[in-house]
């Protein structure tokens, strides 16, 4: 798990956003050609035990399927502190 800050500015404006990455131990084969899914995400409507386990079940499931990269990210949300 990755944490951190960054401060973005727009001219007077400054916003300081916190983030959080978390990193799985799920290593894509090496493509002749990407492919990829957009809306890479485990529901919160999910029983916390599948949600805490489930991007690393549902990488495994995408890369055994064909998944060679991902093209979006999942659950990201802005708020302004």
Do not use: Q
């Not at 799985?24 to 890479?40: A, E, Q």
């Not at 485990?42 to 916390?48: K, T």
């Not at 805490?52 to 990210?73: I, P, Q, Y």
């Amino acid at each position: 798990m990755y944490k951190g800050a960054a401060t973005l500015t727009a001219g007077e404006l400054n916003c300081r956003c916190r983030y959080r990455s978390e990193v799985i131990d799920v290593t894509l084969d090496d493509p002749d050609y990407n492919l990829g899914f957009l809306g890479f995400g485990v529901p919160d409507e999910y029983p916390p035990e599948r949600v805490k386990h489930g991007t690393l079940e549902l990488a495994t499931f995408l890369k055994r399927n064909g998944m060679n990269s991902v093209c979006d990210v999942p659950n990201v949300f802005v708020h302004r502190y």
